[in-house]
């Protein structure tokens, strides 16, 4: 006999639908609440990795920028100095300097006896010291006789103590300074002859094994000189191929070849061009090692694909129209193109040129494939000079172990990050400022 | 001649040309019957003229480039003793490089033999000699060139449409040098690599579990068994690029779906640069990142926790590699939801589906092919990665699938073998090749999986 539901279960009653849909509908208002909720939780944790990011590197590296100094008193002494009384630069450049730092420091502590302790007392103030009083000496030879205060650069391990010290921390557990060394250095501190001044050391001079004498601006040139050559190389390159790739190329299976191989360009991994660098430029070409040049041409070749794809869609969004009046106005394609195209399409180019550029600034494996690793301490002159780059700097520094060079990591990599934001901002505003809507 | 002052000649050789041609072509014009006029303006036919004047010259200073210091190499070379010629390969580079130091003015220890001496003032005599050739080529050709060209400007001269096919030749060229650059690491690597696989067979390469790429300097010398065998590193890249996945996907994918399905535009509009940021770090920071915030935190979590954790683990370069790569698959994802159109949102929200309903159905399988490419995407990038795992992952190969352990991976394998102080054809340096060739068929296989599987599978909404 058949039921006389089944019948029914075709054609069910509207009232018996209703009670099954708001049954389920509990169960699915919580699975909407859910879903959201995973939502709202993926965002926030995006975010915060971005804040927790910024405020690790921010708190590791803000302490570098103020550099500790010791003031001690000096006499210039002139039998040291000028042991046969002339004042001529040769014979003032060769004077034992380290010999009147550490007499200066001898007068000031006179109770410090003992080859080890005179050690540890000599070991306060920089190695970079007796430069400078060279430095003072040459320029001002009437110095040699007098006394005067001088403030020297500290110690790293010194810098060190005194930023802990000056925050509150307990300093002295760090074990690196010696006990004799942490008493002179509250005597000095309650002398007032510790001081912490801006760090000026870091933009102005290079590496150095001394973590106190080590900075950016060697790195920092390098690193422009190798963005002048692959901007002054990539820009013109990737407009040209852009323009011929959109405006003139025939529809043949050779340009779809070249328009697929740039795509794959951009996604090549970065190791890969450093590889095609070390190859080609070096061992075929025999370009210097570690020059900009290279560095710059190996970006260049990387940053290419990059401006071509941003360049091949400013062109695309210029409207036709304005094309086929210039063809109907007499001008030859070549004209309409560089004339009147080329113009209205040069904002958006240039935005892709800056992020490009923005890119190559921070890679760092192709320059290592190149040889710029090496520890160059002078800032290139041309480029053609051996250099190093800001981002192989940091990773160098990222090597050492001394506490001080951490920190001077930590503020490379923001000067680094400053540069990439002014770069991009400034790409945003070209592109809201200049980019029109057709 | 200094190359400044033939680099200065030329330009000024050029810019005299350009006026020449066009004060000739204006002189035409203002000849000309009331009502004619030329084909095309004074300013073509200039660049006519330094066109003309231009190439010629190019040509010359591009062969002293690349030929010129070879040239002088060999005179020198030539005039070196005859037992110091048959001396092996090496020493003689040696040698060829403390000429070139000589040569350049650097002060020496003074020990060099008179031999030494005599070749260096010989290269610089050479080098003086050649550029001094450079220097006439230029002028007379540049000159040569412009004049000649001169001479064709007149009245009727189509001097635009010969300075636009010289364009076009150009911007061909230029496009050209993206070919160029595909088939010059393809061949560079592929060289390269090939001399390795004739050292190493490319079976044990590929299929073999020890990698320990030691060679001997001298033949006595102890550890010169080297073994390539590539699956360690190959397994290391999958743990970590796999570590980064399972972060980056799932939390890209949902920030998309959030921002884009449940967000007003101010939110949108503040948290995706937010999100941007992340892109445009360096990824030098991030290793410095992982390395010293990252693993240390993981270490002391598995020190209270109870377990070890390297201070070298996959995991924390797995973790920060995922949040590098999580801008990526989130803005793909974001830009493929947005590109389903409303009409098929609207048409399952009338049928009364939740809002997590419609896109757990509808939207996201038609955004599908998108996800997967750029999910595919993602992976090559997280598989070419280098300077994050430099810094945070290990060194020594081993075959382990426990992420807390240290692995090390393809790319860092690279880095340490070029690096250091190695001889460019041993097999040492030569298997950085090898691996470089893996990398780049690995990524260009997902690539072009990504494209095919986006434009196959990809749906046409008019």
């Known amino acids: 006999m058949v039921d006389d539901r089944s019948q029914n279960s075709v054609m069910r009653s509207s009232a018996e639908t209703r009670k099954r849909v708001e049954a389920s509908l509990r169960g699915r208002y919580r699975r909407e609440s859910w879903f959201k909720t995973f939502g709202l939780m993926a965002v926030l944790v995006s975010v915060s990795f971005v804040v927790f990011f910024f405020v690790s590197i921010v708190s590791q590296g803000y302490t570098a920028f103020t550099q500790t100094y010791i003031q001690v008193d000096v006499y210039f002494d002139p039998d040291v100095i000028t042991p046969d009384g002339s004042r001529a630069p040769e014979v003032l450049s060769k004077a034992n300097y380290l010999r009147l730092v550490k007499d200066s420091l001898a007068a000031m502590f006179p109770e410090v006896s003992g080859r080890k302790n005179k050690r540890l007392l000599n070991r306060l103030v920089s190695t970079g010291a007796t430069f400078e009083l060279r430095d003072r000496v040459m320029a001002e030879p009437d110095v040699i006789g007098s006394k005067a205060s001088w403030w020297f650069l500290a110690d790293d391990e010194i810098d060190t103590w005194f930023k802990q010290y000056e925050r509150g921390e307990d300093a002295e557990s760090s074990g690196r300074l010696a006990d004799a060394q942490l008493d002179w250095l509250q005597q000095l501190v309650s002398q007032g002859r510790l001081e912490q001044r801006f760090n000026t050391v870091f933009f102005t001079s290079g590496d150095s094994r001394d973590a106190e004498m080590a900075g950016i601006w060697a790195a920092a040139k390098g690193s422009f000189f190798m963005l002048l050559v692959c901007m002054s190389i990539a820009f013109p390159l990737g407009v040209a191929a852009s323009i011929y790739l959109e405006e003139f190329a025939p529809r043949n299976r050779w340009v779809d070849l070249i328009e697929v191989n740039i795509n794959n360009l951009a996604a090549v991994p970065s190791i890969v061009f450093g590889l095609l660098g070390l190859a080609v430029f070096i061992n075929f070409l025999s370009l210097p090692r570690s020059a900009p040049l290279v560095g710059g041409l190996v970006l260049a070749l990387m940053t290419l694909p990059t401006i071509i794809i941003a360049s091949r869609g400013a062109i695309t969004a210029v409207p036709p129209s304005i094309r086929e009046a210039a063809l109907g106005l007499g001008a030859s394609p070549v004209q309409a193109v560089v004339h009147h195209v080329l113009p209205l399409a040069m904002p958006g180019m240039l935005t892709g040129a800056i992020l490009g550029i923005a890119r190559a600034l921070g890679e760092t494996a192709p320059l290592l494939m190149i040889g710029m690793v090496a520890f160059i301490v002078e800032a290139p002159q041309t480029p053609l000079d051996p250099s190093s780059a800001l981002p192989v700097q940091i990773y160098l520094w990222a090597d050492s172990p001394e506490r001080a060079f951490a920190e001077r990591t930590a503020a490379a990599i923001m000067v680094l990050l400053a540069f990439l934001l002014v770069m991009n901002a400034s790409a945003v505003w070209l592109r809201s400022k200049y980019e029109r809507r057709w | ?462």
């Open chain 2, 1 to 462: 001649m200094r190359l400044s002052t033939i680099l200065l000649i030329y330009i000024a050789v050029l810019i005299v040309g350009y006026f020449a041609g066009r004060q000739k072509a204006l002189a035409f014009s203002h000849g000309m019957d009331e009502g004619r006029t030329m084909h095309s303006l004074p300013m073509y036919h200039g660049y006519y003229v330094m066109m003309w004047g231009a190439i010629p010259a190019l040509v010359a200073m591009l062969a002293y480039f690349f030929l010129g210091d070879d040239l002088v190499l060999d005179r020198v070379i030539a005039g070196l003793p005859d037992d110091v010629r048959a001396l092996p390969e090496s020493r003689l580079n040696l040698l060829v490089n403390d000429i070139r130091v000589i040569a350049a003015g650097a002060e020496t220890s003074g020990m060099s033999e008179p031999y030494i001496l005599a070749a260096a003032d010989s290269m610089n005599a050479g080098r003086d000699f050649l550029s001094l050739l450079l220097g006439l080529a230029v002028i007379v050709l540049s000159c040569a060139g412009c004049y000649i060209a001169w001479r064709n400007v007149n009245g009727k001269f189509r001097a635009r449409n010969r300075v636009e096919s010289a364009i076009q030749v150009l911007l061909i060229m230029a496009a050209s040098i993206a070919v160029l650059t595909t088939i010059g690491i393809v061949f560079s690597v592929l060289f390269e690599s090939i001399r390795f696989f004739q050292k190493v067979p490319l079976f044990d390469f590929l299929f073999g579990l020890n990698w320990s790429p030691q060679t001997a300097i001298r033949a006595d010398q102890v550890g010169s068994s080297g073994s390539f065998g590539a699956v360690p590193l190959f397994l290391g890249t999958l743990m970590i690029s796999g570590i980064a996945m399972i972060i980056a996907l799932p939390i890209g994918l949902m920030v998309a779906i959030y921002l884009s399905e449940y967000t007003t535009g101010r939110v949108r509009a503040v948290v995706k640069p937010l999100l941007e940021v992340l892109a445009g770090i360096p990824t030098v920071v991030y290793g410095y990142f992982a390395a010293l915030t990252v693993a240390p935190l993981l270490r002391d979590f598995g020190l209270s926790a109870g377990f070890q954790i390297s201070s070298e683990s996959a995991l924390g370069a797995g973790l920060v590699m995922g949040i590098m790569i999580l801008p990526f698959v989130s803005s793909i994802s974001d830009d493929v939801i947005n590109s389903v159109p409303q009409a098929m949102r609207d048409g399952s929200l009338g049928l009364g589906a939740t809002r997590s309903e419609t896109i757990r159905r509808v939207v996201l399988p038609a955004a599908l092919p998108g996800i997967v490419g750029g999910f595919l995407l993602a992976a090559s990038r997280a598989i070419g990665e280098t300077m994050i795992v430099v810094m945070a992952a290990g060194l020594a190969a081993k075959m382990t699938i426990n992420p807390l352990e240290a692995v090390t991976t393809v790319t860092v394998q690279i880095v340490t073998l070029l690096v250091g102080d190695q001889e460019f054809d041993s097999p040492k340096t030569l298997a950085a090749f090898g691996l470089g060739l893996t990398l780049f068929v690995v990524t260009l296989m997902l690539n072009i999986i990504a494209l095919r599987v986006v434009r196959k599978y990809r749906e046409q909404y008019e």
